[in-house]
């Protein structure tokens, strides 16, 4: 890692301003006066990133035709053109496109150039981005994930959203963010008293922000809040991100039941109308590849080299309604991934010839998560709560680890977030009610700048043993603001020679809380 490592923090120390934009070498059209030249307004990104592409992303403040430069070299010497793309009040003025082409286990080098539509000789400053290609042979791999960014009220403060500067340092190929990317329906204050006398103060707020999303444009808003942050910001411009969704991406623990008829927070009341509106500001302002087959669709498989496939799924698009989640059948209504999802999924695992095969889900499988919290009923995650055979929810990933099982499907680790704090899970069917499965790992971090909360008990389903858990004390009590230090990042390394993957449990201050090293298991 040391020469890629190197490479990316020379990068970042030569490009200005965070690392957002760096000294151009492109001949472009006399620049105008400042105030008369468009702008980029909320960075750069890359995302979904295989070994021949990656999707790229930007915004612009008016209407304005994008000049996009591909290079393997930070001076852009080589520097291929591709076709401009125009933004227009359509899409927000964003713009994002799939770079393709590329060569395997490269560092990529993009810039874009903004010129205004009614005055094309108006042009912006370049503003630059990297990114490194997945290898076509075995090397070292490493990547971040955690989840649930800007909740419970905890905006950007003084100090900004750490988490993501931390996860920075380690200069990861990618970082996957495991779902609660905003907080649709987490309205903020200018300030919030904390418990010790003191007080959190959002230092960088806007109006929309300050309610619940409803429309097209407060969602979008949401996501142009999170960009707002200098944190944010200077990780998307070194390092793809990988996204999923969950719940608050529209709003809490919605599904078809969802009822808003008693909520004053909401005008709108439909929550499909809602979903429909969160769900186009989620592909406008990410980095998610299109699926011809289904616009829209979140769940994915990212080959990242002879090492490692990533598997994202979607627990939230395809679910039945929340409920007690009791059915002793398997209907839709009882599924929380789909028939389609699900034998996607089994296929894709099916026809993989990766090393580690890492399942995203956004949310854990033997988890307790209360549909009610305060009442503790009804199933909002997998598990019923019930410690019995599988039901429910549970019926859809019993048939998944049996499959698995009997698929001789090696090498599967499950990563996840949504609890708000961090965990190590060794599920083990010794222990279980239902026990035609594998062993296997699943590990949980988070929040990466949210309010940190948990412990949430066991499900006996499947057997979960506790190997550890760093989550708020009785005394410290639940929704820590991000200065109490209980923020937490994942980080994976998959080494190229031994094949070993190492899963080390961080938090924002970078300490290492938890490391384990899974030897992979050799095929016949």
Not at 15 to 22: C, F, Q, R, T, Y
Not at 308 to 318: G, I, K, N, T
Request: hydrophobic letters at 35%; glycine letters at 8%; one cysteine or more.
């Amino acid at each position: 890692m040391n020469k890629i490592s190197m490479t990316r923090r020379a990068f970042v120390t030569s490009a200005s301003a965070i690392g957002l934009v760096g000294a151009s070498g492109l001949a472009l059209p006399y620049y105008s006066r400042a105030n008369q030249r468009p702008a980029f307004t909320h960075g750069i990104q890359s995302g979904d990133v295989d070994a021949t592409s990656g999707m790229v992303w930007t915004r612009t403040d008016r209407p304005s035709r994008v000049m996009f430069e591909v290079s393997s070299t930070e001076s852009f010497t080589n520097a291929v053109r591709l076709a401009p793309l125009d933004t227009s009040p359509a899409s927000d003025y964003t713009v994002k496109r799939l770079l393709t082409d590329l060569a395997s286990d490269q560092d990529i080098f993009y810039r874009m150039v903004a010129a205004d539509l009614s005055d094309i000789n108006a042009v912006s400053e370049p503003i630059v981005g990297r990114f490194r290609t997945a290898p076509a042979s075995k090397r070292d791999i490493r990547f971040a994930w955690s989840g649930d960014t800007a909740g419970q009220g905890w905006g950007i403060d003084e100090t900004g959203m750490k988490t993501y500067a931390t996860i920075a340092k380690h200069t990861p190929d990618f970082f996957l963010h495991s779902g609660d990317t905003i907080y649709a329906d987490g309205a903020m204050k200018d300030e919030v008293d904390l418990p010790n006398g003191g007080k959190w103060k959002n230092t960088v707020l806007i109006d929309e922000k300050r309610k619940v999303a409803e429309t097209l444009d407060e969602y979008r808003a949401q996501w142009k809040y999170n960009m707002m942050d200098k944190n944010v910001l200077a990780l998307s411009a070194i390092c793809p991100t990988f996204y999923q969704w969950d719940d608050h991406e529209v709003l809490n623990n919605w599904s078809d039941s969802k009822d808003l008829s008693a909520d004053d927070r909401y005008t709108e009341k439909s929550i499909h109308v809602l979903v429909a509106r969160a769900a186009r500001a989620f592909h406008e302002m990410t980095t998610i590849r299109y699926e011809p087959s289904e616009p829209g669709r979140v769940y994915r498989k990212i080959a990242y080299g002879p090492l490692l496939d990533v598997f994202f799924l979607d627990m939230r698009s395809y679910r039945g309604p929340n409920g007690s989640d009791m059915q002793e059948t398997m209907t839709p209504e009882s599924r929380i991934l789909g028939e389609q999802q699900i034998k996607w999924l089994k296929r894709e695992l099916a026809n993989s010839n990766a090393t580690w095969k890492i399942i995203a889900a956004d949310m854990p499988l033997g988890l307790v998560v209360w549909n009610d919290g305060t009442k503790k009923v009804g199933a909002e995650a997998v598990s019923n709560g019930d410690n019995g055979p599988a039901k429910g929810r549970e019926l859809e990933i019993a048939d998944l680890l049996r499959y698995i099982k009997n698929a001789g499907i090696s090498n599967t680790v499950w990563l996840t977030a949504d609890v708000h704090y961090t965990a190590a899970h060794y599920y083990n069917p010794d222990k279980a009610q239902f026990q035609d499965f594998n062993p296997f790992w699943e590990f949980v971090s988070g929040p990466i700048h949210s309010g940190t909360f948990g412990p949430n008990g066991f499900d006996m389903t499947f057997g979960p043993e506790l190997k550890f858990i760093k989550a708020p004390t009785a005394e410290q009590g639940q929704n820590l603001p991000p200065s109490a230090g209980l923020q937490f990042f994942g980080l994976v390394d998959i080494d190229g020679a031994t094949e070993q993957l190492t899963v080390r449990l961080m938090d924002r201050d970078d300490s290492e809380l938890y490391k384990v090293t899974l030897d992979p298991v050799r095929s016949a």
